[in-house]
């Protein structure tokens, strides 16, 4: 989280608010995070989220309170944050004895609220007679004059005066930082067949997006799950970015984005027809955007097919693969200058983490003091530079083997950065993807059916020649397994894309259909 969380300061407006969502099993380390990464000076609230109704384990032993409520901590990044206050309805007991005074007149309900000045002369309130009573007040004498003039001021049987605040003027109580008002997720509400374990209510997100964001503003959610946070976001009329790993729930956020933009556009040609264009005032603002786009970050199709990208990163910077071997990828080298290798999944960027699993994998061998270590990977972390440095200062060693001949005891590492290497980064070579589409025109539909994809992030940019697919094609059988959406547009101007068909595969292992069917225009074209 650590290294999120400083990207995530990067990135976060000068204005704007992180939320982080967490359990009060680790809510104090993450807030300790919080606190180094943005520093304690920027925390703003810890929320308490009561999620669930009461409940208890103890007929099946359990020894512990039941746990009801997450942990919602809000750092900023400047002073200047954005801040809608959010006022909770007035709860019916504070109704019934406070504003149990009706007006005859009117029948408005209100309380009689002390107009005094609190802390008397001392704190500068005028003090003057009015009503035959002389006290310090909370308003000047032409103030009070004009509170009486309209009625705002009530008197009880001996003279003391009240200043009137009626019920339907509340905006009733500011949000505090106890929220036992938004239910959690319930088994049948969850989104598709996928499990999304902190899937939030639609409420929550509402919460906390109106409370620190305007319409336009942009809202990002780094793991975006079943997609509620975009899914509020364009309800609010907020722009917004999604990302996540998992291809099911690209798909699922998709699905249910393209079916809310839908529901907007209908509602505004609606609108536009009957005459009324001007949203009233208690209507959502319209919406930032109606579409959207997908893109694949990160060498993501690299991510998910690992396997296939460490032999073809093998066979580009010329290492010889080793089957047997459970942890190291290969060598590459002859002699005294061979290296064991190891391909860092290129899910993510190298880390400290994955340099300590490799010097205990070197402890557990025993014995492997003299070869260096290569390691190969996307990317790597600023903190995984300190550590190699530290690393590497002490490996330069020079021992006597059994023979009385100079041995250097290294196990020194170094590493090969696909994207900057010099003699290495063509391996990256971003092209788009190719797709041969057949179109039909028969009975009054067009037929349109994709009869091949090609990735280049695969092929091209891993150096491979491209009209030569064979590995490509012994390792990906069905095209439609590299394929997350399909789009189709029938009538695309350049610039806006307006989906007539939208195919997102139900879960994250089912595949796109490759074959629709849409109404011909009358054109002929």
Known sequence: MYERLILLKELLAEDGLIWLHCDPARGHYLKCVMDEVFGPDRFVNQIVWKRSDAHSDVGQGARHLGTIHDMLLLYTKGDG???????????????????????????????????????????????????GITRAWRFSRDRMKELHDSGRLAYTASGMTYLKRYLDESKGVPLQDWWDDIPMIRGIQRRGSAHYPTEKPEAL???????????????????????????????????????????????????????????????????????????????????????????????????????????????????????????????????????????????????????????RELEARGGEETRGILLVCVGKELQADHWLEDWNKHRGIVKLDEMSRPVEFANKIRIIELRTDQQYGKFFVHQPAQADVKVDRADGKIRVEIEDFISPTIVERLGMDAGDTSLFKASITDWRAMVDSVMIDPDYDGEALDVAIYDVPESKNDLVKGSYELPAPDSGG
């Open 81 to 131: 944050y954005n801040w809608n206050q959010i006022f909770s309805p007035l709860p019916k007991s504070t109704v019934e004895q406070w504003y149990r005074h009706v007006e005859p007149e009117t029948e408005r309900r209100f309380n009689m609220a002390d107009a005094t000045g609190p802390g008397g002369a001392a704190k500068g309130n005028p003090v003057y007679e009015w009503n």
């Open 205 to 359: 997100l509402d919460r906390i997006i109106r409370l620190c964001s305007d319409p336009d503003d942009i809202v990002l959610d780094c793991f975006i799950g079943s997609g509620t946070t975009a899914a509020v976001a364009q309800k609010l009329g907020r722009r917004w970015i999604g990302c996540d790993i998992n291809k099911g729930a690209i798909q699922t956020t998709s699905k249910r984005l393209q079916k809310i933009m839908n529901t907007q556009v209908k509602s505004a040609n609606q609108a536009t027809q009957s005459g009324f264009e001007d949203a009233e005032e208690d209507e959502p603002p319209a919406p930032a955007q109606t579409s959207f786009s997908v893109y694949r970050v990160n060498d993501y199709d690299l991510a998910i097919q690992h396997n296939e990208a460490a032999n073809l990163a093998c066979e580009h910077i010329g290492i010889d693969r080793t089957k047997t071997d459970g942890f190291f990828d290969g060598v590459l080298g002859t002699g005294s200058k061979q290296e064991l290798v190891k391909i860092v999944p290129f899910d993510h960027p190298l880390g400290v983490m994955d340099l300590e699993e490799v010097t």
